[in-house]
């Protein structure tokens, strides 16, 4: 039976670990080739989906090669790349692909040798694990009219081996992700949150999702109690039993309303929670992917 050998993409920063493999290189060090090289300005310019589209391409292992850390060109490049890495760990757990499938390493120009060791070291971890994807599969194809965000979205979904059931907790310091949480027992439905969102993350619909309002614990410390938080905290003494469907609300009745969020949508601007007066909306540093991949 013929052995596996695994193919590794390497993005390597041009001013360390590019130097590093090229000195190796000329060197005549020797190491596997199993490896493909990607040179970038900067480690900091990975982003996700260049990882991503890496794995649709048939890689069976990602390395991201950056500058020591406090040696950076431009920095704190590598920094940035290293929440990005932990972030993409984590999706790659999720979707079932596994995060160990991905790695960073801090490599000067000076250490050719750590670069034909960990380039070693990866080849041999991925021989062991065998293929990232039981088969091939196609590239997703970007819509030029869709965001970067729906195009990583639309790729995470391509990935999945399996559904991702709980949320990730994104890295402190990686401001682009998170999620948006509505309290809709707070909700007065002025709307004004849907009309700030500058990507139409937000809707609103004509509906009152007594369900979700009877779930959400009343504030007993907002001293501002309000006559529809009164309404709903009798509602929730006096129900008998749980409502099973939204109540559509008439024409005319301005009162109500449910928002309703698209997380594949939000870029977390954080706008829409600065503008609720009432703080019904409250911003999460997690990745729902269940909802995203749904
Ligand atoms: S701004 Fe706040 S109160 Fe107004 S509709 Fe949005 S969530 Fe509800
Ligand atoms: S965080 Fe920004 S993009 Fe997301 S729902 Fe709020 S306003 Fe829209």
Redesign the pocket.
Known sequence: MNKFEPTILAFCCNYCAYAAADIAGVSRMQYPTNVRIVRLPCSGKVDITYILRGFESGADGVIVCACLKGGCHFVEGNLFAENRIKLTKDILEAIGIGGERLDMYFISSAMASKFVEVVKEVTEKLRKLGPALPKKIQLTKQDPEASKRIFLYNMIKNLALRRPENVITVPEGLEEFGKIE?NPS?????????EICPEKA?D?IRELDLSAILKTSMDQTDERSTKRQRLYETLTKIARKSPSKPISIPEGFEGF?K?QYDPKKCVFCEK?RD????K??NSVKELDLYAITA
Request: charged fraction near 25%.
């Open positions: 509505f707070k909700c007065i439905g002025c709307k004004k949150c849907e937000i609103s309303y928002m829409c503008v609720c007066l009432e019904t909306i």
